[in-house]
């Protein structure tokens, strides 16, 4: 039997420092380790994420309720976390977690060393969302629904969008 595809695997968010970005995850979201951080150097770290040459970095899985975390650090080639790119620029704009509580949410990010991305939180019908990002800038969206719930409110108010 084939395994169908699943968009909730895990994602793999680039830190400046793994035990810091574990840690935030940890009091934000209730996160836990799966395992210990390991260095990857060598041709394995060169093939895994296309080179460069001499690529290094460490790398650590946490779980956020059911989904997946892969933390990477890297080591070598050292990025610079300065001024972030425009949203429209990225691969990644931003990823979503699901939780409970959107307000008490941000209140935890920013207690555990994010920042708010808005400044105000969007009532969808029966659902609340926000924007917020993680020490390292990675925007994250937090509603208090399934993504699909958020779906159909949109889908109610702009029906032009619903799919044939």
Do not use: C
């Amino acid at each position: 039997m084939a395994t169908q595809p699943n968009a909730h695997h895990h994602i793999g968010i680039r830190t400046a420092d793994l035990e810091r970005s574990a840690q935030f995850y940890i009091d934000a979201f209730d996160a836990e380790w799966l395992t210990k951080a390991w260095t990857v150097d060598g041709e394995g770290a060169e093939q895994v994420l296309g080179g460069p040459k001499g690529a290094a970095y460490r790398v650590a899985f946490i779980a956020v309720g059911p989904g997946v975390f892969e933390l990477f650090e890297f080591l070598h080639p050292k990025p610079e976390f300065g001024e972030r790119p425009h949203p429209s620029e990225l691969g990644l704009m931003h990823f979503g977690i699901q939780v409970d509580d959107v307000a008490a949410t941000i209140e935890r990010v920013v207690a555990a060393g994010g920042t708010r991305v808005w400044d105000h939180i969007l009532d969808l019908g029966p659902r609340q969302i926000s924007y917020v990002a993680d020490p390292d800038g990675n925007v994250i969206e937090v509603m208090d629904g399934t993504m699909r719930d958020g779906i159909d409110v949109i889908l109610q108010g702009l029906p032009e969008a619903r799919p044939e």
